[in-house]
């Protein structure tokens, strides 16, 4: 088995329900949040927003799986965002791809086109 690529449900990082982050989040792999965060969170990956959690946030990544909790600020996805119930979503949106599953409360701008990459 090649070591170098992950399994597309396999989570590399945590922050589990009673951890509380506050700053500049970059990781590579896959992140799941259960927990709050309040910053910036940069990556070439996935991130996962898990029920209960709470994100205050400027979010720069591939994609974007929100599977519950309440998530605001500014998120931009160059693959895809997904919003699930019972997510609470208060943001701009931005990417090439995003789906809104019926009951996700969201409030906020969307913009489906490309993402422009910072180099």
């Known amino acids: 088995m ?3 690529t992950l399994p597309a449900s396999e989570i590399t990082a945590l922050l ?3 951890t509380h982050f506050e700053g ?3 990781f590579d792999g896959r ?3 259960d927990g709050s965060f309040r910053g910036q969170i940069r990556s070439n990956d996935t991130l996962i927003i898990g029920d209960g959690a709470e994100v205050d946030a400027e979010v720069d990544v591939d994609n974007v799986i929100i599977r519950g909790g309440v998530v605001r600020g500014a998120i931009r996805a160059r ?3 997904e919003l699930y119930v019972p997510a609470h979503v208060t943001a701009s949106l931005h990417s090439p791809s995003v789906f809104i599953d019926k009951g996700v409360h969201f409030e906020g701008t969307c913009k489906m086109a490309e993402v422009e990459t910072d180099s």
Do not use: A
Request: net charge positive; proline share 0%.
């Open 2 to 4: 090649n070591t170098d």
């Open 16 to 18: 589990g329900r009673g």
């Open 24 to 26: 500049k989040l970059l």
């Open 31 to 33: 992140l799941r949040i």
């Open 79 to 81: 693959g895809s965002i």
